[in-house]
DNA sequence: AAGTATCT
DNA sequence: CGTT
């Protein structure tokens, strides 16, 4: 049956215990934008500084009980927005749901997220690879679902210099990697400038991690 | 090094 | 290469 062929079509195995779920989000995506909106109200997009010094090109929030923060101190989660001084926005429910639905589908059932990093690019912003390793459980997966323009996703290896590969994310769709495949390699390259009818000129990401 | 520059 |  054909629409039985386009919905397998939808997820892609990348490796063990990582997968694509195309256009999962799809059905959400306005209400996941106006929490977005809401998030933003109250704790800003801002760009982060690496350990190193350097701005990030990307401007990040948080919503949930602990957000991902980086500056001179390094890389860690925060209770408590540093620019605020205030704790994190709470996490919509809808968020919540979300991420519980995909982590199911991709085979992590239970999959309860205490942090969504709420990544904001704009044309020319990028992600260089790296690892998701300030969790405390790395058994818990990793929920990143893509909001606006598409962009190039990298998914790389286990080490740093395993070759990568080159997957088009568009909105809606979401990735799940965990298992064996939770601390692979991952990045997005710099995005290209474009417009798209519910994010305008820009890509967001929600990132859904169990980070306490 | 979740950063960038630079060379082959 | 270096406010890792």
Redesign the pocket.
């Known amino acids: 049956m054909i629409a039985d062929l386009f919905a397998e079509s939808r997820t892609l195995t990348l490796d063990p215990g990582a997968m694509l779920l195309g256009g999962f989000a799809l059905g959400v995506a306005p209400a996941l934008l106006e929490g977005v909106a809401a998030i933003a109200a109250a704790a800003p997009f801002r760009q982060m500084?690496?350990?190193?010094?350097?701005?990030?090109?990307?401007a990040m929030t948080n919503c949930g009980a602990a957000g991902?923060v980086?500056d001179?101190?390094?890389?860690r989660y925060a209770t408590a927005d540093p620019l605020s001084g205030r704790p994190w926005p709470a996490m919509p429910p809808a968020f919540r749901d979300l991420a519980r639905r995909a982590a199911t589908a991709a085979g992590f059932a239970g999959f309860d997220p205490d942090a969504c990093?709420v990544n904001l690019y704009r044309p020319g912003a990028?992600?260089?690879?790296?690892?998701?390793?300030?969790e405390r459980d790395m058994g818990e997966p990793i929920v990143s679902v893509s909001l606006g323009l598409s962009a190039t996703f990298l998914w790389g290896g286990a080490a740093?210099g395993d070759p990568k590969r080159r997957l088009r994310i568009d909105h809606g769709d979401v990735l799940v990697w965990g298992g064996p495949a939770r601390r692979t390699?991952h990045?997005i390259a710099p995005l290209a400038a474009g417009t798209q009818p519910d994010t305008g000129e820009t890509r967001i990401n929600l990132?859904f991690r169990r980070a306490l």
């Open positions: 500084a690496t350990p190193g010094g350097r701005r990030m090109s990307v991902w980086t001179a101190a390094g890389y990093l990028r992600m260089a690879p790296h690892q998701d390793i300030d740093r390699f990045g990132t």
